[in-house]
């Protein structure tokens, strides 16, 4: 509080006169951001356009840059059970508000999509994903990325003139569940503690989580955390390479299958999502990196980026071959993992769709986007 009254040139009590404390301060922008969203979907909206161009208006509008208005949606489980659960309803309002234009793009013919709420969690999670990633210093401008993200969401990666693939039946999990199961006792008690932090991580972020609330939820004591981590940077790096070793195990049971472009992208998400709920999960989200200390860091993103450049070389690889259009393999890449990456948090207790289904409906974006397909003749 004293750090944002400097910044601001106030005294500390002029924001408690405001805001009784950090929490309630937090709450409040988290609200700032919601009605800003809400705000920024309803000025999209036009008489006499069709809902394709009113999303798309809305994604690069909200892609601009502008300082100041984006709040980036994480750690909202740290907050006071009645402030997390308002904040967790209104995200769920507006991706509401911008399932009702996708509905109406369904209906003026400019938008395929059989489940709008979904496509437009997608959507949401796919923009709050984005200031993680880009940057103004790389090979891109802001005005190319927001071009790709655009054309992408659009059209699709998957070639517009050849004929959709029917979706494949789910594969099976029982290869990663017998792996989990043939862990001995203190290997599979170690990794359980690790699923409960990695849950907390995800939902809390590390600031708002403690070693003590984990032993608390894990049933151990403090000295049997402190046995294994003496420090919750250490602990949040274990979890971080855990979730990456379960998103690369996935991808080499998927190569043993030598599935081709369209169906391993439908398996890959579903098996990321399917295995959440298991002993496998949960699947990891990414936005704890920066806490992680600079050499560790450092490490841990090169791993990172090397299993992303193994994922682009099969989307240039599928190029090559005539099933998927030329896009840029960067952009399609942060497309994918955005669109599932805050899956942990805006489906921990809504569970009106399977696993699968919410799979199926992330993936068909990804490949086939919101503009209808002609059928080949």
């Known amino acids: 509080m004293e750090q944002v009254a400097a910044a601001v040139r106030a005294v500390p009590g002029a924001l408690y006169h405001h805001f009784r404390d950090k929490e309630g301060l937090i709450f409040h922008c988290y609200l700032r951001g919601l009605a800003i969203y809400r705000r920024e979907i309803e000025a999209a909206t036009e008489p006499g356009i069709d809902g394709l161009e009113i999303i798309r208006r809305f994604v690069r509008g909200r892609l601009r840059p ?12 740290a907050l006071a059970a009645p402030y997390s659960n308002e904040v967790h309803e209104k995200r769920w309002q507006n991706a509401a508000l911008l399932a009702e234009i996708l509905d ?22 796919i923009l709050d994903w984005v200031p993680f990633w880009l940057s103004e210093r790389d090979y891109y401008t802001r005005q190319q990325a927001i071009d790709a993200i655009d054309d992408i969401i659009t059209h699709g990666v998957y070639r517009r003139e050849i004929a959709i693939p029917d979706m494949p039946e789910p594969l099976s999990l029982a290869p990663f569940l017998k792996a989990r199961a043939n862990l001995n006792k203190r290997a599979a008690k170690f990794d359980r503690m690790l699923s409960i932090a990695s849950d907390s991580f995800n939902r809390r972020g590390a600031l708002g989580t403690s070693l003590e609330s ?35 195990s996935i991808r080499e049971h998927l190569q043993e299958h030598s599935l081709g472009a369209f169906e391993h992208i439908v398996q890959r998400i579903r098996l990321l999502l399917m295995l959440h709920d298991t002993p496998c ?28 450049r193994q ?10 071959e005539g099933r998927f259009r030329r896009i840029d393999t960067y952009f399609a890449e942060r497309i994918l993992t955005g669109m599932g990456h805050w899956y942990p948090i805006w489906f921990k207790t809504k569970r009106d769709w ?11 974006l990804f490949l086939l986007g919101l503009k209808p397909r002609r059928h080949p003749a």
């Open 214 to 248: 984990i032993a608390a939820d894990a049933g151990m004591t403090r000295a049997g955390i402190y046995y294994h981590f003496s420090e919750k940077e250490s602990l949040l790096l274990a979890c971080l390479r855990r979730g990456l070793a379960g998103e690369v």
């Open 354 to 364: 399977s696993a699968t289904e919410i799979a199926d409906h992330f993936a068909r």
């Open 311 to 320: 994922d682009q070389n099969s989307y240039q690889r599928w190029i090559d």
């Open 104 to 125: 109406r793009g369904v209906a003026d013919g400019s938008i395929a999509c059989d489940e709008p709420l979904l496509t437009a969690v997608a959507l949401i999670s």
């Open 66 to 77: 502008e300082g100041q208005r984006m709040i980036l949606f994480t750690d909202i489980d």
């Open 281 to 308: 999960g949960p699947k990891t989200t990414y936005h704890n990196i920066n806490y992680l200390n600079d050499a560790d860091r450092k490490a841990y993103v090169g791993e990172v980026l090397a299993t992303i």
